[in-house]
């Protein structure tokens, strides 16, 4: 098969973050400071991505303010002539250190949102007083004129307050939104009884996506990720394995998604050691799942199979414990009517406590 450049990099800068969402998509096992590519070698990275075909340059993390050299990064990528997009909670940004973001080429900020006031938020989020920064954040933001993308994490504690989530996005001047129900991978899996949304609030979750985008045309894009165990067709999860997009973890492996950690099987190639190039085109874990060559039934000869690439490699692996399996959230798959059923299970759990995210060691806030 022709295997196309990626268009998209996500850099987790460092898995520090003064935030402990308790649907973190970090790994479990995070990176430690002391293991953190260093400023020059990022530099390197972000030359060797354009050179490959790499447009859009996020910046992620945990929190990527929690590094102190975010603006040389900034700097540094967009030397290297990629698209950034600097992935944030707010906290550990101040107006000066925005103003130097600005100065440094900072393209697009995309802020989250664990709630949509300061109770919900600041529970959520395991951070008193980090809704108040988050708005003085956003504030900012709207001053220097960064276009903005607003990203809520929805699930069954916060659902009901998506019609608030969204007119804040309009009040900030946010020209997009995203409205991800949460995916449970990472800290999120260790979360499914305290966050699995009910099918009632999946479906009018959607009904309010609807209404909104028909409402909001012109004005507000939202871009919407279901409450996938109430869905009867997977996610095209990342694009397609190996096909867009690449990640880049805070101690230098490249991983097809976030969350590739999780299939044991696969190894990872580094930075330090290949080429980006190669590791991209050439790597056993991005060849691993490329295309529809390794599909078994029923995705081998179903017609949707160029359309959602069987979806997601790590939930059919979470789920079942094989992540060559259909994943379980399509209807065609042996097990969607058990996902179902657990899904009603993990939703009925009212009064499960949260698994809040720990940070790795290090220092979280440098401007704090
Ligand atoms: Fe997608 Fe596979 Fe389900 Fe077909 S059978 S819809 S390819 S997950
Ligand atoms: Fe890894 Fe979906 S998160 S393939």
Not at 197 to 221: F, N, S, W
Request: glycine share 8%.
């Amino acid at each position: 098969m022709t295997v196309a450049p990626p268009i998209a990099m996500l850099a987790e800068l460092t898995h520090r973050c003064p935030l402990s969402c308790p649907y973190c998509s970090n790994p479990v096992q995070m990176a430690r400071q002391a293991a953190e590519l260093d400023t020059a070698t990022w530099a390197r990275v972000f030359c060797e991505a354009a050179d490959l075909g790499v447009l859009q340059l996020h910046l992620s993390g945990g929190e990527p303010a929690s590094r102190r050299d975010l603006t040389q990064l900034v700097a540094a990528a967009r030397a290297a002539g990629l698209y950034t997009n600097l992935i944030t909670s707010g906290i550990g940004l101040t107006e000066r250190r925005l103003a130097a973001l600005d100065a440094a080429g900072l393209d697009h900020v995309q802020l989250s949102l664990q709630g949509t006031d300061p109770e919900m938020a600041d529970e959520i989020g395991g951070y008193a007083g980090g809704f108040a920064r988050k708005m003085q954040v956003a504030a900012w933001i709207g001053d220097i004129g960064f276009p903005l993308t607003l990203n809520v994490v929805l699930h069954r504690r916060n659902l009901h307050q998506l019609p608030r989530a969204l007119d804040m996005a309009r009040e900030m001047g946010a020209r997009r939104i995203e409205i991800a129900t949460v995916q449970f991978h990472g800290w999120a899996l260790k979360n499914r009884d305290a966050l699995m949304p009910t099918r009632d609030q999946a479906r009018e979750a959607t009904r309010i996506v609807k209404e909104a985008r028909a409402r909001l045309k012109g004005q507000l894009v939202i871009d919407y990720v279901p409450a996938d165990y109430h869905e009867e067709y997977p996610k095209r999860c990342m694009g397609g394995w190996g096909t867009s997009g690449l990640n880049i973890t805070p101690d230098g492996k490249v991983l097809p998604c976030h969350a590739a950690e999780t299939i044991p099987h696969l190894s990872f190639d580094r930075v330090a050691d290949k080429p980006l190039g190669e590791i991209w085109y050439k790597g056993a874990a991005f060849n691993a799942y490329r295309g529809t060559g390794w599909m078994s039934e029923p995705c081998q000869s179903c017609a949707r199979k160029t359309i959602d690439f069987g979806g997601c490699r790590c939930q059919a692996m979470a789920i079942l414990g094989d992540p060559s399996a259909t994943d379980p959230v399509c209807v065609k798959s042996p097990h969607h009517s058990a996902l179902q059923a657990q899904a009603q299970t993990h939703a009925a759990q009212a009064d499960a406590p949260l698994v809040y995210r720990k940070s790795p060691g290090g220092n979280t806030d440098p401007a704090g």
